[in-house]
């Protein structure tokens, strides 16, 4: 069973400043079925990446996926004040067939 | 546009059994699955389960094997996910969310409302 583990549990940035998440899976995760989401207090997630570094559709370019096999990282190249907020990494294909990781609390520092 | 609106917020007591409906509009129902997704208060996100809305098959989280049952309706384009002998830690809110394929879960790209199902004696 893949395990997902995310660091750091939070990261506090100023905006303007670069935001690097990591996620790493206790197995290979297959064709690299990783993806990424953002969520809000008191909102649904929101799909930001897929395949571990395809943006989804209307993602600003500032957010950026890569790694494959077990590492992952998920980049926010400058902070916008909306970008604050808590990402979770979601694996999908391996079993079980779902799981998310703990999730990354981005806050302003 | 694609939307997925769910059924409003449910108090419920230990033992009983919850059913949340997630209606589909926008796009063609049966060409995607329906996952379910449930997040407790101040807690991360949880797969349920998903089921395909192409054939009907389905896949559970192993934790809630025997207790939890996801449907369709595809007349209506409806998902609905039933939650058996509720316990007090099954209070959540739960999400349905459109999955990228019918044939096995994959990722989520749209999103319902989400319902708060709260359990309590």
């Known amino acids: 069973e893949i395990v997902l583990t995310q660091s750091p549990g939070t990261l506090s940035l100023s905006p303007g400043e670069r935001a690097t998440l990591s996620c790493r899976a206790s197995?290979?995760?297959?064709?690299?079925?990783l993806a990424w989401y953002q969520q809000k207090p008191g909102q649904a997630p929101r799909l930001l990446i897929y395949?571990?570094?395809s943006r989804a559709t209307g993602i600003p370019d500032r957010f950026s996926g890569s790694g494959s096999g077990t590492d992952f990282t998920l980049t926010i190249s400058r902070l916008e004040p909306e970008d604050f907020a808590v990402y979770y990494c979601?694996?999908?294909?391996?079993?079980?067939?779902?799981?998310f990781g703990p999730g990354t609390k981005v806050d302003i520092k | 546009q694609v939307q997925l609106v769910q059924s409003g917020a449910e108090v419920k007591k230990p033992g009983a059994s919850v059913k949340v409906s997630c209606k589909a509009s926008?796009?063609?129902?049966?060409?995607?699955?329906i996952s379910w997704v449930r997040q407790a208060p101040g807690q991360g996100l949880e797969w349920m389960g998903w089921?395909?809305?192409?054939?009907?098959?389905?896949n559970y989280a192993q934790k809630l094997q025997g207790r939890v049952t996801m449907t369709t309706d595809t007349s209506t384009s409806t998902a609905y996910m039933e939650l058996r002998s509720l316990r007090s830690d099954d209070t959540a809110v739960y999400y349905c969310?459109?999955?990228?394929?019918?044939?096995?879960?994959?990722?989520?790209?749209?999103w319902g409302q989400g319902t708060l199902v709260t359990v309590s004696s």
């Open positions: 969310a459109r999955d990228q394929q019918w044939l096995v879960p994959h990722y989520f790209d749209y």
């Open positions: 926008g796009y063609t129902f049966t060409s995607y699955g």
């Open positions: 089921i395909s809305a192409y054939n009907g098959n389905t």
């Open positions: 197995q290979s995760v297959s064709s690299s079925y």
């Open positions: 395949g571990a570094s």
């Open positions: 979601q694996q999908y294909g391996s079993s079980p067939l779902a799981t």
